[in-house]
């Protein structure tokens, strides 16, 4: 198909190369007569305030809380994937806000369920699921609420803290419209020495440019202006830790890293454990960094280097169809099956193809239990767009498979499991290409690739929870942290991670204040789990391991039935152990004993 040069309009595109959203409701009148039942059918969750006190009860309740929810999520889906087709479509826009609206207020509607299972005597539940055997079905859902028991306040104290949660999530709040509206950088000069606005959205082309000094001072400007606000950032940033740790210490945690892990029973060792083996494996990264210094041809590599890719090919354009067939063989190694149900959302319509007028940007996957799983692409014909098919095509295929083999309570994965098979699909791919890649030049520019992916998804976003490591741990010991505390910190990580032969430059010691996940407390590591988890399934399958695909698609089909570390340990891949991130930084070895093979 020939590349489009106009942006075309939602009318523009043809049918085959949209989502089929129209699966979910027919048109607007069927999602406003759902709305209309929604609204009815939710108020009867009311009447069991106060009542759960029998097995008949919970077992009602329960079936008619399941029957509410599914109405609202697939109202909830519809008219965002509509409002994200074209957001100057204003007829969606207000399905949009009236189902987002209403959804605030269904909550109020069943806040009360897990307070009342929680004052319930002990054993009680237990009693009740041998009374009532289809409870039984919801053993680990109750065990999952039992076992935040002794986290859970009085009833006025929970009021209390919910009274105050919009005052605690302050500090979130001021750094998004500092960074956000308030924070100007100053402008730059590209390649061919016209000035040009410098904003965070463009910072990630800037920092890849080949023209070193455009780099170098796009690498200045932006940090100069976080430097000016660092005072501020450091209070927000330390008062939101101080939020967190008022949080786990108020419902009685360990600490707080205990709070954020606890609810999902992370052991806290492995996310010590992480960090632990991260430290051991530095020399890897600093080797990567040496040998990066070699291939730009740099008498020294500074901070602002590392991004630049060290080969530049062609730019190919690579048509829908060819991006299929291209991930189509890569995923091969899954099996029939699982190549069935990829063919299976080609054509059956999951999939939002191209860019048009209003369109959201990026990417996703999204559906609920009685939608499609859908995939927002805005496919532009290179090979990040590729990479990009395969990644939310494991989303969705996963989301496909967790359904198809879970009762509706159990058909969400949680954040931990999330990007696993996302990732998988991903390492499949780039394995692959790499493989059957004969040209020197395109292997060298795949290989950087990988290693990209594996230093920033892995190396980095540990060193990143490393330093909320620190900085929780200081302030939960009474250590107060400025700026320049945060600055030294943050300098001291850099030094470590990237080694002896790379100029720390002092732009990089504010960097912490660049980095929004910080206000989501212990959330980062996750990326580097997740990429170690995916990488440690694609090993098994590539090397054709007993079972290998079989365990892989146990852990698609096993949704949100178990415990994050539990499901993945039941198929093969165990994180309390520093197995699978030993592997991943194996993996990166392995790539740059490739790189050197080639560059000799």
Excluded at 7 to 23: A, S
């Amino acid at each position: 198909m020939e590349k489009v040069k106009k942006l075309r309009t939602r009318d523009e595109i043809p049918q085959r190369d949209k989502w089929q959203v129209e699966k979910i409701y027919e048109n607007v009148d069927q999602w406003n007569n759902d709305f209309e039942d929604l609204k009815k059918e939710a108020l009867n969750l009311k009447d069991f305030q106060g009542k759960l006190n029998n097995s008949k009860t919970i077992l009602d309740y329960l079936s008619l809380s399941e029957k509410v929810e599914r109405k609202a999520e697939k109202l909830m889906v519809y008219a965002h994937l509509r409002s994200d087709e074209d957001t100057a479509n204003v007829e969606f826009q207000v399905l949009k806000n009236k189902i987002d609206g209403y959804l605030a207020e269904l909550g109020s509607y069943t806040a009360f369920f897990v307070p009342e299972i929680l004052s319930l005597k002990d054993g009680t539940i237990e009693e009740f699921i041998k009374e009532e055997p289809k409870l039984l079905d919801y053993k680990f859902f109750f065990e999952d609420i039992l076992k935040e028991k002794p986290h859970i306040l009085s009833k006025e104290m929970e009021e209390l803290m919910a009274s105050v949660s919009d005052c605690l999530s302050a500090p979130q709040n001021i750094y998004g419209i500092l960074t956000n509206a308030e924070m100007n950088f100053k402008s730059i000069k590209n390649e061919n020495g016209e000035e040009v606005e410098l904003t965070e959205g463009n910072y990630n082309n800037y920092i890849k440019n080949k023209n070193r000094e455009v780099r170098k001072e796009a690498f200045q400007s932006l940090f100069g202006e976080y430097k000016k606000f660092e005072n501020t950032i450091a209070t927000s940033l330390t008062s939101s830790i101080k939020n967190f740790i008022f949080n786990s210490k108020t419902r009685k945690y360990k600490n707080s890293l205990d709070a954020s892990l606890s609810p999902n029973n992370i052991p806290t060792e492995v996310y010590y454990n992480a960090i632990e083996t991260i430290d051991k494996k530095l020399p890897s990264l600093h080797r990567y960094v040496d040998i990066k210094k070699k291939l730009l041809g740099l008498d020294e590599i500074h901070m602002y280097d590392l991004y630049v890719p060290v080969v530049e090919i062609e730019k190919e354009d690579i048509a829908f169809p060819k991006a299929v067939e291209m991930v189509e063989e890569g995923l091969r190694p899954l099996g029939d099956e699982y190549i069935s149900l990829f063919k299976k959302g080609i054509n059956n319509g999951w999939i939002d193809i191209y860019e048009n007028k209003g369109k959201r940007g990026g990417a996703y996957s999204w559906g609920c239990y009685d939608t499609m799983p859908y995939v927002l692409l805005n496919y532009n014909y290179e090979l990040n767009d590729v990479s990009t098919l395969a990644h939310e095509m494991g989303h969705s295929i996963h989301s496909y498979y967790s359904k198809e083999n879970q009762p509706f309570h159990y058909s969400q994965y949680t954040l931990f499991c999330a990007e696993v098979a996302s990732t998988t699909n991903e390492i499949l791919l780039i394995h692959h290409l790499i493989e059957k890649e004969k040209d020197d030049k395109k292997k060298l520019f795949l290989i950087n690739q990988e290693l990209e992916q594996i230093r920033t998804t892995v190396f980095r976003q540990l060193m990143f929870a490393e330093f909320e490591l620190i900085t929780h741990e200081k302030i939960e010991g009474g250590t107060p942290l400025s700026s320049k505390d945060l600055d030294n910190i943050w300098h001291d990580l850099n030094v470590k991670f990237f080694g002896k032969d790379i100029i720390i430059d002092s732009e990089i010691d504010v960097e912490w204040a660049r980095i929004p996940h910080f206000y989501r407390d212990f959330y980062v590591y996750q990326y580097a789990t997740g990429y170690s988890a995916a990488s440690a399934f694609a090993n098994s399958i590539l090397d054709k391991k007993e079972n290998a695909v079989e365990k892989y698609k146990g852990f698609l089909k096993a949704g949100g039935s178990n415990y994050p570390i539990d499901i993945l340990k039941n198929a093969g891949v165990d994180m309390t152990t520093s197995k699978p991130l030993e592997a991943t930084i194996n993996r990166f070895d392995e790539l740059l004993d490739m790189l050197e093979k080639i560059i000799k």
